[in-house]
């Protein structure tokens, strides 16, 4: 088996659950794939700064994946609605027989989901959707009458028993290398016509491991001054972690060691 895993929100080797569910089926290796979809950024608004930390995160997660014989594809597509038949194409060529994916719940992706669930099913092929980016999967936790909590103490409550009956939280490994393929990574872009402006590599340095760093300072030191400190900016007494979270180059309840 071999399986494809798409990399979206999720820009991370450590606690993947597409990526660690796909590594432990495989047999006949791995292959990774991004897609990059400009018309359908600008529709959502993005800016080129974010547009570069991605491309920049993607260079680095490459490398990552690389060591662990995982080549990272990357198809350049326009929209959204082109992915079904790209990734389609995308399994045919790299010879897999399964699609692994971290669920998105925004309408449009989950549109897209849809549309690719569709494909695939009519070619036959295997689709794996996992919960990744949330505890709990949107729409499970409902009140005794099978209602939506509309307060917050209760809801926390029924949350916290949940995870408590699953064990708690569930913190998966970078998986192991795989079985190497003939297959070589893509390059990735530098940047693209569609966003050019504003880059700020200095403030923004890319990968799981610079997230794992800035996780690792918030927690040792600004945290515990944070109530004085969260509503200056001149002070830096916040994490600074959003853009790694909004992209998944980490998760806030693990992280992988900072290299120092």
Not at 2 to 25: G, I, K, M, Q
Not at 153 to 158: D, G, Q, S, Y
Request: aromatic residues 8%; contains cysteine.
């Amino acid at each position: 088996m071999r399986p494809l895993v798409w990399f979206r929100s999720d820009l991370r080797t450590t606690d993947n659950t597409a990526l660690f569910e796909a590594c432990r089926a495989a047999t006949e290796g791995v292959v990774a794939v991004y897609t990059i979809t400009p018309d359908q950024w600008l529709e959502h608004d993005w800016a080129p700064i974010k547009v570069d930390f991605i491309l920049r995160t993607l260079r680095d997660l490459s490398a990552t994946l690389a060591d662990l014989d995982i080549p990272l594809k990357v198809l350049h597509l326009s929209r959204f609605a082109d992915a079904p038949a790209a990734l389609l194409k995308l399994v045919a060529a790299c010879r897999c027989d399964a699609l692994h994916f971290n669920d998105e719940y925004e309408i449009n992706e989950r549109r897209r989901d849809d549309a690719v669930r569709s494909a695939f099913a009519s070619a036959n092929i295997a689709v794996h959707a996992h919960t990744d980016q949330v505890l709990i999967q949107p729409g499970t936790l409902r009140t005794t009458e099978g209602r939506w909590y509309t307060v917050y103490t209760p809801f926390k409550r029924a949350a916290l028993a949940l995870l408590q009956r699953q064990n708690g939280i569930r913190v998966l490994p970078s998986p192991a290398a795989q079985r190497p393929t003939t297959l070589s990574p893509d390059p990735i872009p530098d940047s693209l016509p569609e966003f050019q402006g504003l880059r700020r590599p200095d403030l923004w340095p890319a990968g799981e491991r610079a997230a794992a760093q800035r996780l690792h300072t918030f927690s040792a030191s600004i945290l515990f001054d944070y109530h004085e400190r969260r509503d200056t900016p001149s002070l830096g007494g916040t994490s600074t972690l959003s853009p790694y979270l909004a992209i998944g180059s980490c998760l806030l309840y693990t992280s992988p060691s900072p290299r120092v």
